[in-house]
T-cell receptor
Framework: DAKTTQPNSMESNEEEPVHLPCNHS???????IHWYRQLPSQGPEYVIH???SNVNNRMASLAIAEDRKSSTLILHRATLRDAAVYYC???????FGAGTRLTVKP | EPEVTQTPSHQVTQMGQEVILRCVPI?????FYWYRQILGQKVEFLVS????????KSEIFDDQFSVERPDGSNFTLKIRSTKLEDSAMYFC????????????FGSGTRLTVV
């Protein structure tokens, strides 16, 4: 089973920021935290990953807690195209859980 | 942007038949993976492959399954004798530095066993 815990679903309004939480209390010192998303009828898509420091890329930001037992994926301005299932995964496991289904309302 | 290409996009096969799902990973990637997703369920890990051998496999990946990199570009998943419960989307992925780097997934092959 996946070693991360995420809420089953979240809602956001278009053009507002979204914070998607993930708990990984059993994370090891060598685990990278990966985030993927899966749009309807598509394969998983890499979003971002990090080890200890917060990370930014063109898609999102990743905020990692100081104790690394939790992290938050931040979409700065949600668009309708961001509606997807978001998965938080530890790289030493690379098993997908159920993820968080994000709904974006216009 | 480089892509992982999977063919065919949809395959229908009769129960008991052999199927081969094909993938062309990103050209400079060295680590390859197969996942599957039964309709309405989560994405499940099947197998990882590096340096021409399986590096890890899940309990799903039994003797009916095999993987091969027959040449420098293709990565295949073979199911020897398909069962109804093998019906699923099969996703191929590749990465440049194994689990440290992000995986790039293909768009999948929908396998329907009838």
């Amino acid at each position: 089973d996946a070693k991360t815990t995420q809420p089953n679903s979240m809602e956001s309004n278009e053009e507002e920021p979204v914070h998607l939480p993930c708990n990984h209390s059993t994370i090891s010192g060598t685990d990278y935290i990966h985030w993927y998303r899966q749009l309807p009828s598509q394969g998983p898509e890499y979003v971002i990953h990090g080890l200890t420091s917060n990370v930014n890329n063109r898609m999102a930001s990743l905020a990692i807690a100081e104790d690394r037992k939790s992290s938050t994926l931040i979409l700065h301005r949600a668009t309708l195209r961001d509606a997807a299932v978001y998965y938080c995964i530890l790289n030493n496991d690379m098993r997908f859980g159920a993820g968080t289904r994000l709904t974006v309302k216009p | 942007e480089p892509e992982v290409t999977q063919t065919p996009s949809h395959q229908v096969t009769q129960m008991g038949q052999e199927v081969i799902l094909r993938c062309v990973p990103i050209s400079n990637h060295l680590y390859f993976y197969w996942y599957r997703q039964i309709l309405g369920q989560k994405v499940e890990f099947l197998v990882s492959f590096y340096n021409n051998e399986i590096s890890e496999k899940s309990e799903i990946f039994d003797d009916q399954f095999s993987v091969e990199r027959p040449d420098g570009s293709n990565f295949t998943l073979k199911i020897r004798s398909t069962k109804l419960e093998d019906s699923a989307m099969y996703f191929c992925a590749s990465s440049g530095f194994g689990r440290v780097s992000g995986y790039t997934f293909g768009s999948g092959t929908r396998l329907t066993v009838v």
